[in-house]
């Protein structure tokens, strides 16, 4: 065949698919192993949290049932590990296993509604105060610069001696104290935003300060927004635990991974598994957050990663240590 004889439509048949920044953030998380494992973790953790009644169903162990005659030794002590209590049992002979899974439910739930309610209300004083700008963007400001230099213990004191520990106080301490860091995100990304052409012909065309906002502006924002709600997750978690830990969370007998610990302080030397498993669930799931949430931000902005990469190869060749020179070359000492 001559190149005379080539249709010019026969390289149209092979069209090139345009795809957009989701989808391109997307197939990075896919390629990323460690944010599959992490994602893949986190899905199991909440489906072991979703299915604790039917789990403690199936085992016939409720979470605050004591077992006097198996789930305690003949000196008074926790029964380790074993076929009928897979993680050991408590200082009660209480199933250790069920009660960790329980202690998930009430984590979980507290990390998630805890930072969905900080999520919504950094994103709208975020998005107020970066738009309007002035006096409005100055309250404002001054008012996450309180919340983030409040002391956090000394608050949460002050709204339990108030109300008393419960799942609802805890809540609203955790989102106390994680909607200013959204807000400031929020806020300084929409002083970059309003700035921009689309949102200058969306106000010439009469489009209200709301559609502008929540329509133009906010679309853009999400991306930020996510990575960082999926990194404040695990922080509320941890906070939940400790102040379960000290008392000031999730009452007992209602179990909690801060509150189990806090059980267990004084049988670490004789029951490792009463302090290991909580420890190691609390470790567990917040570290796969974690991961799941640097693999979002970097699949978002893996202009970021690479720029992590290039200064950590620039570290290593520095600190390398030089060859040392050959016995015969030309660079040695005439005798």
Not at 142 to 167: E, K, N, T
């Amino acid at each position: 065949m001559t190149l005379t004889e080539i249709r010019p439509d026969a390289v149209a048949d092979r069209t090139i698919a345009g795809r957009s920044p989701w989808q391109l953030a997307w197939a990075r998380i896919r390629s990323d192993r460690v944010a599959l494992v992490s994602g893949i973790v986190v899905v199991l953790l909440c489906l072991l949290a979703l299915a604790a009644p039917l789990i403690s169903a199936w085992n016939g162990h409720d979470p605050d049932e004591q077992f006097r005659d198996t789930g305690i030794t003949d000196e008074g002590l926790p029964v380790g590990p074993n076929g009928e209590f897979w993680f050991g049992t408590d200082r009660l002979g209480r199933d250790l296993f069920i009660r960790v899974l329980y202690g998930a439910r009430v984590s979980l739930l507290v990390g998630v509604v805890a930072t969905g309610v900080a999520a919504l209300i950094g994103v709208v004083i975020g998005l107020l105060a970066g738009y309007y700008g002035g006096v409005i963007d100055t309250i404002l400001s001054r008012l996450m610069d309180v919340v983030l230099s409040f002391p956090y213990l000394i608050f949460a004191i002050a709204v339990v001696s108030i109300a008393g520990p419960s799942l609802t106080a805890t809540i609203g301490v955790i989102s106390f104290y994680s909607w200013a860091a959204i807000a400031r995100v929020v806020r300084g990304q929409t002083l970059s935003l309003k700035e921009r052409e689309y949102v200058e012909a969306a106000r010439s065309m009469g489009a209200g300060d709301a559609r502008i906002m929540f329509v133009d502006i906010l679309p853009n924002l999400l991306a930020p927004v996510i990575v960082l709600t999926t990194l404040l997750v695990p922080a509320a978690i941890v906070f939940e635990s400790t102040l379960s830990y000290l008392g000031l969370g999730i009452v007992p007998p209602t179990p909690s991974w801060g509150n189990l610990l806090s059980e267990a302080q004084g049988f670490y030397r004789v029951a490792y598994w009463y302090l290991g498993f909580p420890a190691a669930s609390l470790l567990i799931t917040t570290l796969a957050f974690n991961l799941v949430g640097d693999g979002i931000r970097d699949a978002i902005d893996p202009r970021m990663e690479r720029l992590f990469s290039r200064r950590r190869r620039r570290t290593r060749r520095r600190t390398r240590p030089a060859a040392a020179p050959a016995s015969g070359s030309s660079d040695a000492a005439p005798h």
